[in-house]
């Protein structure tokens, strides 16, 4: 086991979040900034590639077991887009309220809403690790033309829980952590860890 990682971000939320998870095993979760880390490229079409690249170049440079995700919104009557290209949906610079905007305008006319969040973490204790540990949450909804709810980032006003009778977006954070794809991928993640323990 180790009891240090880099995080292959420097998204503050993320490191709080990893960071609260982890502690509980003794592990201390250093964001690749600290560490002199450039951001990576994402290449890849999926989200397995691109997390996995992240991680072995965070370990790479480092020398330390790394932690990286890579996650988005896919929507069916899209093929699956924007994917791996959530983010930057509609282009540069990164902007929520273009990417909504765009992903409606897609969807005008279409009466197939389905769409599910992904999110998959990789951890490598090497960069050359060749088995990493991976772990997969996948989150069901819908997408609304009308936005709803002022929590949370990027898709969730517009991604509606039908169990919920709500957007993510109207959830309280505390529930959209334990309930979200990247909740599901944590807690896997956790449960592997603990395993090798």
Same mark, same amino acid.
């Given at each position: 086991?180790?009891?240090?990682?880099?995080l292959? !971000? /420097?998204?503050a939320?993320? *490191?709080?979040?990893?960071?609260?998870?982890?502690?509980?095993l $003794?592990? @201390?979760v250093?964001?690749? %900034?600290? *560490?002199?880390?450039?951001? #990576?490229?994402?290449?890849?079409?999926?989200?397995?590639? /691109?997390?996995? =690249?992240?991680?072995?170049?965070? !370990? @790479?440079v480092?020398?330390?077991?790394?932690?990286?995700?890579?996650? $988005?919104?896919?929507? =069916?009557?899209?093929?699956?887009?924007?994917?791996?290209y959530?983010? &930057?949906?509609?282009?540069e610079?990164?902007?929520?309220?273009?990417?909504?905007?765009?992903?409606?305008?897609?969807?005008? $006319?279409?009466?197939?809403? @389905?769409?599910?969040?992904? #999110?998959?973490?990789?951890?490598?204790?090497?960069?050359?690790?060749?088995?990493?540990?991976?772990?997969?949450?996948?989150?069901?909804?819908?997408?609304?033309?009308?936005? &709803?709810?002022?929590?949370?980032? $990027?898709?969730?006003?517009?991604?509606?829980?039908?169990?919920? %009778?709500?957007?993510?977006? =109207?959830?309280? !954070?505390?529930?959209?952590?334990?309930? !979200?794809?990247?909740?599901?991928?944590?807690?896997?993640?956790?449960?592997?860890?603990?395993?090798?323990?």
């Amino acid at each position: 086991m180790f009891d240090t990682l880099v995080l292959a !971000s /420097n998204n503050a939320g993320k *490191l709080k979040e990893f960071s609260a998870l982890l502690a509980p095993l $003794g592990i @201390r979760v250093v964001p690749q %900034g600290e *560490l002199g880390v450039p951001e #990576c490229p994402e290449p890849h079409i999926t989200f397995l590639e /691109n997390a996995l =690249e992240k991680a072995r170049h965070a !370990s @790479r440079v480092t020398g330390l077991p790394a932690l990286a995700d890579d996650s $988005g919104v896919c929507v =069916e009557a899209l093929g699956g887009a924007p994917g791996v290209y959530s983010a &930057r949906f509609a282009g540069e610079p990164k902007s929520d309220a273009a990417n909504n905007a765009l992903l409606i305008d897609k969807l005008a $006319g279409e009466s197939n809403r @389905r769409a599910w969040y992904t #999110c998959v973490l990789v951890l490598v204790r090497h960069a050359e690790d060749p088995q990493p540990l991976v772990a997969e949450g996948v989150w069901q909804g819908e997408i609304v033309d009308e936005p &709803r709810g002022e929590g949370g980032f $990027g898709y969730d006003p517009h991604f509606w829980l039908p169990v919920e %009778g709500k957007t993510v977006a =109207e959830l309280p !954070s505390e529930r959209k952590n334990r309930m !979200s794809h990247r909740g599901q991928a944590i807690d896997t993640l956790l449960a592997r860890l603990k395993a090798m323990a």
